[in-house]
Nanobody, 122 residues
Framework: VQLQASGGGLVQAGGSLRLSCTAS????????MGWFRQAPGKEREFVAAITWSDGNTAYADSVKGRFTISRDNTESTVYLQMGSLKPEDTAVYYC????????????????WGQGTLVTVSS
C-alpha cells in the first residue's frame, strides 16, 4: 500500500484544516487507516483511525470532539477534519495503514506516508 498525505499548512488557533491521505496499491478491504503526529522533540502519538470496510473509528482523547476521521471508498482517500485547533496540535501528521482493527501503537502499522506539517499559531 502506498500512501500520499496532503493538506497541512499554517492556521490560527481556533481554526480548521483538513488532511487527506490517498491510498493505492493492494486491496484496502481489511485495512485500518490511521493518523499519527509528531511534534518537535516529542514522541509520535496516535490521533485517529478508521476501518476501511465499515468505518469504525477510534480517537485519541486529546482530539475527541475536535477531529473527525472519515473515508471515501471511491477515491481511496481518508480524511482528517481538524477543528478548534490549538497550538499544541502543531506537528507533522502522518497517515499509516495496517491489516486488522484500529490500534494506537504506531509500531503495529506496516505502511506509512510522508508527513504533512500542521502549524497552529496562537
Amino acid at each position: 500500500v502506498q500512501l500520499q498525505a496532503s493538506g497541512g499548512g499554517l492556521v490560527q488557533a481556533g481554526g480548521s484544516l483538513r488532511l487527506s491521505c490517498t491510498a493505492s496499491g493492494r486491496t484496502l478491504s481489511s485495512v485500518t487507516m490511521g493518523w499519527f503526529r509528531q511534534a518537535p522533540g516529542k514522541e509520535r502519538e496516535f490521533v485517529a483511525a478508521i476501518t476501511w470496510s465499515d468505518g469504525n473509528t477510534a480517537y485519541a482523547d486529546s482530539v475527541k470532539g475536535r477531529f473527525t476521521i472519515s473515508r471515501d471508498n471511491t477515491e481511496s482517500t481518508v480524511y482528517l477534519q481538524m477543528g478548534s485547533l490549538k497550538p499544541e496540535d502543531t506537528a507533522v501528521y502522518y497517515c499509516a495503514a495496517r491489516r486488522g482493527w484500529p490500534r494506537a501503537n504506531g509500531d503495529e502499522y506496516n505502511f506509512w506516508g510522508q508527513g504533512t506539517l500542521v502549524t497552529v499559531s496562537s
